[in-house]
């Protein structure tokens, strides 16, 4: 994979990010990568702007809890930060079981983005497994959602958590497209348990079939946990995909 269509989510690496931010981009840059998605970002977007530029890195694709958030203050840090797609990361379960719940979301969504269109910024949802597990009318939730999407609204997929939630990624990508831009990219035994995650390409995921589907999108490397050193599992990640060859 190209290093270009490479970044990493910020929240991997979330315990070193509370405690040193410049430090940890800089390890980051060090290990080879060149893009990152941050998390939180608003209330360190000063400090996320000097170690990024420090490191000569860049951010397009950032998370923000954009539906609980003053739409103006998150805009106004991501273009402080040349993001260009900020994407909510998480609405709980509960509101994802029933068609109107869903719609309620879809139509904030639409609002944000029309909010962050003002700013030259795309708006996105990322998913994890009860957007996948929960069916409306015979479809999963997010197949329902993203039918009720402005055409701008964009998607990141998280891979493993599609997993999770039991469809098959590259059938709901395929079905999902063109809206997909990004997608997050772990690795584990499919199961719900955040310290059972591996680096990427060391377990159960389709990890080749799902780079040789989708090139040119970003991948987004994420562990929401890990049992080891962290750092050597973004590192053994990075070294895999950088080697995938397409």
């Known amino acids: 994979m190209p290093a270009h269509d490479l970044s990493i989510q910020l929240y991997t690496l979330r315990e070193h990010i509370a405690e040193d931010l410049p430090s940890t981009l800089e390890r980051v840059a060090d290990i080879g990568y060149t893009q990152v998605e941050p998390y939180s970002f608003v209330a360190r977007a000063d400090e996320y702007a000097q170690a990024l530029a420090k490191n000569n890195l860049s951010a397009p694709t950032a998370h923000a809890p954009l539906l609980s958030s003053d739409f103006d203050e998150v805009f106004a840090a991501a273009s402080k930060l040349g993001i260009s797609t900020v994407i909510d990361p998480f609405i709980p379960a509960e ?47 997010l197949e329902y959602f993203a039918s009720l999407l402005d055409p701008e609204v964009v998607l990141e997929i998280d891979t493993y958590w599609v997993a999770v939630g039991g469809a098959d990624v590259l059938q709901l990508l395929e079905a999902l497209a063109p809206r997909v831009i990004a997608l997050h990219i772990k690795d584990g035994p499919k199961s719900k348990n955040h310290k059972e995650q591996v680096p990427v390409g060391s377990g159960s995921m389709p990890i080749d079939q799902i780079i040789q589907a989708t090139q040119g999108m970003l991948h987004v490397v994420e562990l929401d946990d890990f049992a080891g050193d962290i750092f050597q599992a973004v590192s053994a990640s990075r070294a895999y995909l950088v080697a995938e060859k397409n």
């Open 95 to 141: 509101h994802w079981q029933d068609a109107e719940s869903i719609r309620a979301t879809a139509q904030k969504l639409n609002e944000a983005s029309r909010r962050g269109a003002e700013y030259g910024i795309k708006v996105g949802y990322h998913n994890h497994d009860w957007e996948i597990s929960s069916k409306i009318n015979s479809t999963t939730a």
